[in-house]
């Protein structure tokens, strides 16, 4: 069992017969080192910490939105904004560079906030969202097993998975992206930007619940 990231020279060895020869096969293997992921939120929300917090594969910083560390960005894989009580010019900025150079950031919109609080981002980033959250209790239908959030991960297409069912989302519109999550309606659950070399993957639902 390999552990580590990195390059590993490697071989296979089959012997049994009288011709040694061709009994080693040598063969590289790469492995990714860990990912890096820092959660900014205004509330502490402990959701994220039970996805990321004390999971092998992971490196995880939970950051209050008052003291973000902005330098360390980065090294970060993934920035995960939670409800964030407004998202201002000043990490607008920071976080469009680090998409920009390839990093990838998720955002849940507040609850509690007129367009979840993403105004700046969605200038920013070229989206729209509604101003109020639109209720009525609605169903996940389809998802894009293709994407590379979910690629390799299902071993078949199956229908009968259980998935997630909402009782309000934002309307985001965008003209160039990939929902690939959908609610029952068609519109977006979770809506994918591609910004330079790097993603804003935007969720339509707030993460905790209310």
């Known amino acids: 069992t390999v ?43 402990p959701y994220l910490d039970a996805v990321f917090a004390d999971n092998p594969g992971f490196v995880y910083k939970n950051e209050n939105a008052g003291s973000i560390n902005y330098s360390a960005f980065k090294q970060k894989d993934l920035i995960v904004l939670q409800g964030i009580n407004g998202i201002g010019s000043g990490l607008v900025s920071e976080l469009s560079q680090f998409i920009q150079n390839g990093g990838t950031a998720l955002v849940f919109p507040n609850k509690n906030l007129p367009y979840g609080g993403l105004q700046d981002l969605a200038t920013a980033f070229r989206f729209s969202i509604s101003e109020q959250a639109i209720l009525g209790q609605m169903r996940v239908s389809a998802i894009d097993a293709e994407h590379p959030v979910f690629k390799n991960i299902f071993e078949k297409n199956n229908k009968q998975l259980d ?26 659950f979770i809506k994918d930007i591609g910004f330079g070399k790097g993603h804003l993957l935007l969720c339509a639902v707030a993460l905790d619940a209310g």
């Open 163 to 188: 998935l997630p069912s909402v009782a309000k989302c934002y309307q985001i519109q965008s003209g160039s992206s990939n929902d690939f999550m959908k609610l029952a309606n068609g519109s977006a």
């Open 3 to 45: 552990e580590t990231g990195g390059i590993h020279q490697c071989e296979l060895r089959l012997p049994g017969d009288n011709i040694p020869l061709d009994d080693v096969l040598y063969f590289s293997l790469r492995l990714n080192q860990d990912h890096h992921v820092n959660t900014i939120s205004s509330d502490n929300s």
